[in-house]
């Protein structure tokens, strides 16, 4: 199985270098392949949406953009029959895929592979538009990086042992390059790593696609589509392979805190403000509720900076209903330090506190799991932040 990313599609002339990338693995043994959309093709759809809707409906959202995709294979597609290789394009739904009803955000609920095994038994390339299904006879798609789960869902209901996914970096890096400029490629990751990174972050892989990798306990390589080496692989790895306690550090500017003051303390608001946020699907990230003062305490959440006008609306009408104040704040970023050897090392926090110290960054929020310490900052702060906690670590010297 073969996925091939926006970047890697973005022209004519790419799609011609992966229908002749495509051809030599084909020669190799049967192949399928997922693509995404050409270049920023996602983008701009939904500029050209807000130029004649303000606050378009989701469903008509959804069939605009899954157009994206379905452009690359089409043309991927004829890309490769015009090199000799019998291709067959399909859409989400032509290759099996039935999602729940949620648009923009829906996640696959099944898979039917008989189509897309149909054209592989005749010896063809089934080249699939990922990012999409179908739901009661609607388009969906499956939110940014949807691609991704597309192939791993279509690998995993093939049977395939690993999904070989190609995009325009050679890997997963222990951070960003274009940040830290001695950042190194990381040879494994564990699912969990990975899935932590995605989530604080990197954009590699989507986190959706991971998760259901190691459900299926289907390996991932992390591969550019234009050059060579052997990428990141991502799958169970045992935590004495390594010696770091931190793997990588990962950061993120897409996110907005929103703070509610003035709380009274007593039981049950947490829960109605959550609920209808989760009702809205909005997914919350860091929480921070404080200490009890005067009768009143104060929620801190993050969420992403998409969800941010749904969130306001809700989370005003909540702090309303009990005489609380809300508010928010997008000028903010996270920055995470990952690694599943945190868990038996010592220090690893005080390590992190002390390099951002160092560096005079403020931290303004804290959440932490066994493989993860994120901190809440200003955005104004998020490289130095990364490069103080990438250095503090080694990682741009140790083996990693």
Known sequence: MHKYGGSSVASPERIIHVAERVKAAWAQGPLAVVVSAMGDTTDDLLALLRQVAHDPPAREVDLLLAAGEQISAALLAAALQERGVP?????????????????????????????????????????????????????????RGGSD?????????????????????????????????????????SYEEMMEMAHMGAQVLQIRAVELAEARRLTIVARSTFAGGPGTEIREVDPTESEMSVRGVAHDRNIAKVTIRGVPDRPGFAHRLFAALAGHSVNVDTIVQSAPRDGCSDIVFTVAREDLPRTVEVAGQAAAEVGADASAEQDVAMVSAVGAGMVTRPGVAAAMFGALAEAGINIEAITT????????????????????VHAAFGLGQAKA
């Open 369 to 388: 799991s066994e493989i993860k310490i994120s901190c809440l900052i200003r955005e104004r702060d998020v490289e130095a932040a990364v490069r103080a």
């Open 149 to 189: 789960t597309t192939a791993v869902a279509l690998a995993a209901a093939l049977g395939c042992a690993r999904c070989e996914i190609y995009s325009d970096v050679d890997g997963v890096y222990t951070a960003d390059p274009r940040v830290v400029p001695d950042a190194r490629r990381l040879a494994v990751l």
């Open 87 to 143: 291709a067959r394009a399909l859409l989400g739904w032509q290759a099996g895929f039935a999602t729940d009803a949620v648009h923009r955000k829906a996640r696959i609920r099944d898979v039917d592979p008989a189509r897309v095994q149909a054209i592989l038994a005749e010896g063809a390339v089934p080249v699939v538009a990922g990012f999409q299904g179908l739901h009661a006879g609607e388009i969906t798609t499956l939110g």
